[in-house]
């Protein structure tokens, strides 16, 4: 898919902006709080009913202002839409549109413009400790199968429960009773989850280390192996298998858990490991080699989203070439081959081959 037009009133630090994107590269050039992020956010916030920066709907409009109006054409496979998104400034709900007609719910949006935004925040995804890995690898199933979605809402509302028993049994022993139906409900759900997320980082990883090997010129070799309960000896094994692996691991964890009233085992603690020809990137990755990673698995997630829908999403990258070496930034700029990119750069000078630039000075077409 890809957005032909893209056109704000009121956006962040947009009064008025208006402009047609390139199917291919849009590279998005010009100095420090000129508004390229914002850009990206507006694209973002187009696709999924709110900005990446901020939670408030308010911090969207232009300071002053009573609204902000997003609109944009978007052309599919099949057909081309309009979009809308206008967020208030007071406490008013944002309101959607699609070809024009008001919709109640995101949902009745899905599908329409899908995004896949790397921002540097998501560097730390590799360096930092396990919550946000499995956030992206949730994030990606939940808008793959519905399937994943419920049973991760079980197993949370599960594990959330089976936690206020272990707390809460010290003033009322009699929960005690019920605490073993808890625990093996939860491992019935840890399977299921353990059987997806086996079979997305598998194909997750086999992309990102393709795109990985291009982006570095042939030269580095990235994994991601999988890190779950550690008596599960096959994470693709028949769920049955897992569950009763699941089992005998809480059987051996049910004194510790009871002592530290906390659940120690299942896949809430998961995990994945960034690989680099051998090594922890999390210990010895470079910034260029952790960067590399991070947006190999972007371009992962995105090629198993395209690959699963039909429909390639847009592509954000948000201060991607910092960092980078010029074989590394040249794989930025004019080798992602595949649908819509938005590249956010401010040195002057860079140039891609496959797309347009457009520069940006105080939120106006420069
Ligand atoms: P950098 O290169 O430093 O990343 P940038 O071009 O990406 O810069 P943006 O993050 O897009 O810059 O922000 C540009 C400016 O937008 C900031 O100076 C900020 O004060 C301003 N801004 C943010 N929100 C609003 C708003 N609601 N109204 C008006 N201006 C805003
Ligand atoms: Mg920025």
Redesign the pocket.
Known sequence: MQIDRMTLEN???YQCFSQAFSPGVNLIL????????????AIYALSTGHGF?TRKEA???????NF?DLQAQITGQIRQQTLRVVFFSGRRPKQLYLNDVRRKTQGELTGVLTTVLFCPEDLSMLKAGSSGRRRFVDNGLCQLRPGYASALQLYNRTLEQKSRILRDRFQNPTLLEVLPEYSQRLCQVGAVLIAYRARYLDSLGKAATEYHRAFSGGRETLEIPYRTVSTVTDPMAPTKQLEQQLLEHWQSHREAELESAQCLTGPHRDDFDGVLDGLSLKSFGSQGQTRTAAISLKLAQRQIMSRDTGEEPVLLL??VLSELDPGRQDFVLNQIQSGQVFI?C?EPGRLTKAGQTIR?AA?KLE
């Not at 010009?30 to 956010?41: F, I, P, S, V, Y």
């Not at 911090?59 to 202002?65: A, H, I, K, W």
């Open positions: 956006f962040r630090n010009g100095e420090n709080a000129q508004g390229k992020t914002n850009l990206l956010e920066r911090e969207l409009v232009r300071f002053g202002q902000a948000d201060d956010t401010c940006i939120g």
